[in-house]
């Protein structure tokens, strides 16, 4: 049975690392961390029953995990040869020029150093954010109508 | 009451402000630049928002990414804190025209008293006392001296344009004056390309006074009495205490009144500090006015009780002042030190980097306002405050003795910090004896320079 402890340590190595994921089973059970996007406190997903076999790699208690949990990760390993486009400020982001237009860009598109690839907004003004380089966009980060920061992660872009 | 506020600062007065919004009941969002990324005080913020890279001017200076980040966290009202953008009436403006409420003066309040001429002219109005010379720059020797005569030597005669110590010359007499006159000119001139000098009253042995107050959107206004803050270094603030040791009772409370006064007249409401120099003869002459909370705030709080800070939320909510005039005592004596990752002894070189020991000193009487620990990265690109270690004892002695004690119970390192430096200049003789001026601390620092 994983106890509190371990899960409550769990969420704490989850909030102060960039983990997006941690899967964690033993014999007994399956727990899960998923981190939808940065404003959003990790959510626990336990399932009682095992439902997979048993993966030595993020085997078993807290401190072993801590140690495996930085190779783990899928994540992270997927995103080798990745480069994140980021917000080059605060506001709020829009994935198209209007909400009954089609997005600047979707996963797979190809863009260039002056593709629009969405708006950030902020008093009032939309301002134009441009990939800044050449490459296949992997991954959309965030969702129209979703709060960035200074320097966080939009895309996941595959430079060319 | 704020549902939510912004606080567009850093380090140890973002942490201030969120312990009063804490106790108020009041979210926090802290905003902060990737330099400072990480920053202990950022925990206890409800939400961080990272708004620029590390320069000031592209982070806690860029209106518009504070602005933002309080439209994208709802904030209703936004606290500058000092430095930055505090006393900017421009920011105070654009915050009011966005929607949210400054933490602080109205943008005319803010203007009335931060321009030095308008709040002269205030100044005269109320009665509170200012520097007296020529206002302009001088096109008749003979008229500087007769004003030289209505205010009394000694005189400096100071360059318009001037800085660097350049174009001044004091005058004890006439004949000094004229001379004075003469070359200051020349020397602005060639220094500076304009040649344009004007008279003031020089004080010699003078001391720094100010009158911590505060006003409500009601027209109320309070003194919070006095600091004093002589011990200075390049004209940074090193060590302060409250009350002013050995001023004159009915003096200090009619200069005190009249800083109330000044404050009420502009229509000001939050806190607002009045620096006066105080002369060997216990007269004032009023510097400016500080249209914000100050670094040396706690000092009033020891000895009045009132939490400036809650204070200030408070009234620009809207709420009326809970206090009047008659409510404000002192009590006891105390003393603040400036805690800077400075190493003394290589003419105050910063230190930025990281600190692995931090041994915080406690006891009775004993407050440290601080966002630094153990494990903390000290940014290069901000000013090297780390920490005010605030004592309150019933008696200046006892303060004193408090204060060495728990400079000596403070472990910091291994970066250099102004810990050593305190302890020495607690223990000068001019200090104990309350006799120091503004330039004790370096005339001291000079004499016990080593020779090169």
């Known amino acids: 049975m994983i106890d509190i402890r371990k899960l409550k340590e769990l969420v704490r190595l989850m909030t102060t690392s960039e983990l997006t994921e941690l899967d964690l089973r033993d014999k007994d059970e399956q727990v899960t961390i998923r981190r939808a996007s940065p404003q959003v406190a990790p959510q626990i997903i336990h399932h009682a029953a095992p439902a997979v076999h048993?993966?030595?790699?993020?085997?078993?208690?807290?401190?072993?995990?801590?140690?495996?949990?930085?190779?783990?990760?899928?994540?992270?390993?997927?995103?080798?040869?990745?480069?994140?486009?980021?917000?080059?400020?605060?506001?709020?982001?829009?994935?198209?020029?209007?909400?009954?237009?089609?997005?600047?860009?979707?996963?797979?598109?190809?863009?260039?150093?002056?593709?629009?690839?969405?708006l950030v907004e902020a008093m009032k003004i939309f301002n134009e954010i441009k990939a800044e380089r050449s490459g296949t966009i992997v991954k959309v980060l965030v969702q129209s109508g979703q709060a960035v920061e200074f320097g966080q992660p939009l895309f996941m872009i595959k430079p060319s | 009451?704020?549902?939510?506020?912004?606080?567009?600062?850093?380090?140890?007065?973002?942490?201030?402000?969120?312990?009063?919004?804490r106790e108020l009941g009041v979210e926090t969002v802290c905003v902060y630049s990737s330099a400072d990324k990480g920053g202990p005080w950022l925990e206890q913020a409800d939400r961080a928002i990272c708004i620029g890279p590390?320069?000031?001017?592209?982070?806690?200076?860029?209106?518009?990414?504070?602005?933002?980040?309080?439209?994208?966290?709802?904030?209703?009202?936004?606290?500058?804190?000092?430095?930055?953008l505090s006393e900017?009436?421009?920011?105070?403006?654009?915050?009011?025209?966005s929607g949210f409420e400054f933490i602080g003066p109205s943008p005319e309040a803010m203007h009335a008293l931060g321009d030095k001429v308008n709040c002269k002219k205030l100044a005269r109005k109320t009665g509170t006392p200012v520097f007296p010379g020529t206002e302009d720059a001088i096109e008749d020797i003979d008229e500087a001296v007769k004003v030289a005569a209505e205010i009394k030597y000694p005189v400096?005669?100071?360059?318009?344009?001037?800085?660097?110590?350049?174009?001044?010359?004091?005058?004890?007499?006439?004949?000094?004056?004229?001379?004075?006159?003469?070359?200051?000119?020349?020397?602005?001139?060639?220094?500076?390309?304009?040649?344009?000098?004007?008279?003031?009253?020089?004080?010699?042995?003078?001391?720094h006074f100010e009158v911590q107050t505060i006003g409500d959107k009601h027209g109320h206004a309070v003194h919070l009495y006095e600091r004093d803050c002589s011990s200075q270094r390049r004209h940074q603030k090193l060590v302060e205490e409250a009350p002013a040791p050995g001023v004159d009772p009915k003096k200090r409370d009619k200069v005190c009144e009249s800083a109330a006064a000044l404050i009420r007249e502009a229509k000001y409401s939050g806190a607002a500090t009045v620096e006066f120099l105080m002369d060997r003869h216990q007269d004032f002459y009023m510097l400016e006015v500080n249209t914000r909370v100050q670094v040396e705030h706690p000092v009033t709080e020891m000895i009045t009780g009132v939490d400036i800070v809650k204070t200030g939320i408070r009234v620009a909510a809207g709420e009326e002042l809970p206090f009047t005039q008659k409510d404000i005592h002192v009590n006891g004596h105390a003393i603040e030190v400036r805690i800077n990752a400075e190493d003394p002894d290589r003419n105050f070189m910063p230190q930025a980097g990281l600190i692995e020991t931090y041994s915080a000193p406690g006891g009775p009487g004993v407050r440290l306002d601080s966002h630094a620990r153990a494990g903390y990265r000290i940014p290069p690109n901000y000013d090297s405050m780390i920490g005010k270690l605030i004592v309150h004892a019933p008696d200046r002695e006892t303060c004193i003795e408090r204060l060495k004690g728990a400079l000596r119970e403070f472990r910091i390192g291994p970066v250099k910090t102004t810990i050593p430096l305190h302890l020495k200049v607690l223990d000068l003789p001019d200090f104990r004896k309350a006799t120091h001026d503004i330039h004790f601390v370096e005339r001291w620092l000079k004499e016990t320079a080593p020779k090169s």
Do not use: W
Not at chain 2, 1 to 21: P, Q, Y
């Open chain 2, 54 to 84: 590390g320069p000031s001017k592209e982070s806690y200076l860029k209106i518009e990414r504070i602005i933002a980040a309080a439209e994208v966290s709802h904030a209703d009202a936004i606290h500058p804190g000092y430095g930055f």
């Open chain 2, 156 to 207: 400096i005669v100071k360059a318009r344009a001037g800085g660097g110590g350049r174009g001044m010359r004091i005058a004890r007499n006439e004949a000094e004056l004229r001379a004075g006159i003469e070359s200051a000119r020349q020397e602005a001139a060639a220094a500076f390309g304009d040649g344009g000098v004007y008279v003031e009253k020089f004080l010699e042995n003078a001391r």
């Open chain 2, 88 to 97: 900017n009436s421009h920011f105070a403006e654009v915050c009011r025209a």
């Open chain 2, 1 to 21: 009451m704020f549902k939510r506020v912004l606080i567009a600062n850093r380090g140890e007065i973002a942490l201030r402000i969120i312990r009063s919004c």
């Open chain 1, 54 to 118: 048993h993966v030595p790699a993020a085997a078993p208690a807290a401190p072993a995990a801590a140690a495996a949990a930085p190779a783990a990760p899928a994540a992270p390993a997927e995103d080798a040869g990745l480069v994140a486009i980021e917000s080059p400020m605060v506001g709020t982001f829009y994935a198209s020029p209007s909400p009954d237009k089609p997005h600047f860009v979707t996963a797979g598109g190809q863009v260039g150093p002056n593709s629009v690839v969405c």
